[in-house]
């Protein structure tokens, strides 16, 4: 018997809600808040609160009551302040992902212990905490060469797949693979680390998306590249399997590899001077551990964009998975873990791990 294993009932096309309620109270960090009381609220209607709610569930899930726990005052809450979300249709996972921490953000206001004070735009409140990370843009003139750069923040990463109306090109020379039509076909697998190599490989933005360079003083072609400025505690990587377009709504079931541990190093912006040109090199720097994680939680689609369920795979005590099938508990070996589709995938880092 596990603590902290619950099911979760399903209220009507809700699997898409208790995968991701699994994910997060098997959050190492964020179950040590909201299990030693720290949540302040300061709502004129507690009842209201979406982070009071949390602070309920994670007493619930980490009581020792095995009986499936009933979510429907988190389930309206939800509907109340994100109201694209409202109704029993199947919604997306990884939309309600964003809009539940979106809605604990804004709801754990005061949580911050004041550390606003020195920079009013700065939130400090436990999600950001676990969840932001920085990404940095370089645009780069194709002129002067010269360098613009933005740092925005961000909960996720979301990662093209091939299969998509997007091109998938082709990665690296070690990648074993061979280009056809301009996608990338790697002996019939793609890996995490190879959609990754794509996020971060520069992009040419062509004459259509010309920008004003303040160098020349004029509008110039241009080339972006994304790297990661600062990692999140937790890392959740988005795999796009849904596309909508005014022609085409499909999902792409195409597998992608992923593993147990990841080092980000490659992708950081402090790594890219050791990359040429965009291609992917071996980090010299395998020391660095603020930079590695452990998989902890997989969120998974089966079926079709019209028809389909959601289902996760949640990890306790370093190895030991399990099966979350809304109301049912199963065990999962590692192999069941990774060789699901993935939809979404959860990262800790390593160095901040705790059971």
Known sequence: CFIGLRGLINLGNTCFMNCIVQALTHTPLLRDFFLSDRHKCEMQSPSSCLVCEMSTLFQEFYSGHRSPHIPYRLLHLVWTHARHLAGYEQQDAH??????LDVLHRHCKGDDNGK?????????????QIFTGGLQSDVTCQVCHGVSTTIDPFWDISLDLPGSSTPFWPLSPGSDGSVVNGESHVSGTTTLTDCLRRFTRPEHLGSSAKIKCSGCHSYQESTKQLTMKKLPIVACFHLKRF??????????TTYVSFPLELDMTPFMA??????????YQQPTDSLNNDNKYSLFAVVNHQ???????????????KDQWFKCDDAIITKASIKDVLDSEGYLLFYHKQFLEYE
């Open 95 to 100: 939309e309600f992902l964003i809009a539940a």
């Open 270 to 279: 402090s790594s890219k001077e050791s990359r040429m040109n965009g291609q």
């Open 303 to 317: 079926g079709t964009l019209e028809s389909g369920h959601y289902t996760s795979f949640i990890r306790q005590h």
């Open 116 to 128: 606003k004070a020195n920079n009013p735009n700065h939130c400090n409140c436990i999600i950001d």
């Open 243 to 252: 596309e909508h377009s005014a022609k085409l709504r499909r999902k792409i």
